[in-house]
């Protein structure tokens, strides 16, 4: 079975490019996690969804992070305009259902690179 | 707030070594308790995970008790091996009553084994 499917696994681009980074979440889970990883930070939430609608976007560093799920099988997080400090690890993450207490399946990421 | 403190690393072992990993929690609710592992170039995956006091979360010959009078989730292995090599992350949520869904994770602990 597929699990959580992210692209690109790796991307480098300037400074004040636009990033868009894709997530497919396992099918039939309904909740989905966006996460970044640096050494300096760990692992933070950045936004997630339940049933396709943002429940909580707190994790959101600025108005440059934007998250879409126009569909049960899709999510995107964009970043325009890209910094360096945007320079990390991003991990996608979904889960059976709404509750805390069931596991989160976690994509393999994305390494971002800000140059 | 809810958050979670583990032991800083890195921990570097021989095989066949005893392995503890501290971790301790602080909650607003009655939260569920989880050890992620993250391998070299992968995203996280559940390695174990307890719901409610006193229980025992167990796998791959690691474990880990719901320790309430303490709050405290210690990892345990009686002999690592070299594949154990990774980061270990814990973490928890509060379900429904606490008002969120989201894991909150620790800054993870780097375990190297030698042969």
């Known amino acids: 079975d597929a699990g959580v499917i992210q692209s690109p696994r790796h991307e480098v681009t300037e400074m004040g490019q636009e990033v868009t980074l894709r997530c497919k979440p396992i099918?039939?889970?309904?909740?989905l996690f966006w996460y970044r990883q640096t050494m300096m930070r760990g692992l933070e939430l950045l936004i997630y969804f339940n049933n396709n609608v943002p429940i909580d976007d707190s994790g959101m560093p600025e108005d440059r992070f934007s998250a879409k799920m126009p569909n049960a099988s899709f999510s995107t997080l964009k970043i325009q305009p890209s910094e360096p400090r945007d320079s990390a690890v991003y991990f996608c993450?979904?889960?059976?259902?709404?509750?805390?207490?069931?596991?989160?399946?976690f994509g393999p990421g994305t390494r971002l690179t800000v140059l | 707030g809810n958050s979670v403190t583990q032991m800083e690393g890195p921990v570097t072992l021989s095989e066949e070594a005893f392995l503890t990993i501290n971790c301790t929690y602080t909650a607003t609710g009655y939260p569920s308790l989880f050890w992620y592992v993250q391998y070299p170039g992968e995203g996280l995956q559940l390695l174990l995970k307890?719901?409610?006091?006193?229980d025992k979360g167990s796998n791959k010959g690691f474990e880990a008790t719901y320790r309430k009078e303490t709050t405290s989730f210690h990892l345990e292995k009686g002999s690592v091996q070299v594949s154990d090599s990774a980061v270990y992350f814990c973490a928890l949520t509060v379900g429904a009553q606490g008002g969120s869904e989201k894991l909150v994770f620790g800054k993870g602990t780097k375990l190297t084994v030698n042969p």
């Open positions: 993450a979904s889960s059976p259902s709404g509750s805390g207490y069931n596991e989160q399946f």
């Open positions: 099918s039939g889970h309904n909740s």
């Open positions: 307890a719901t409610k006091a006193d």
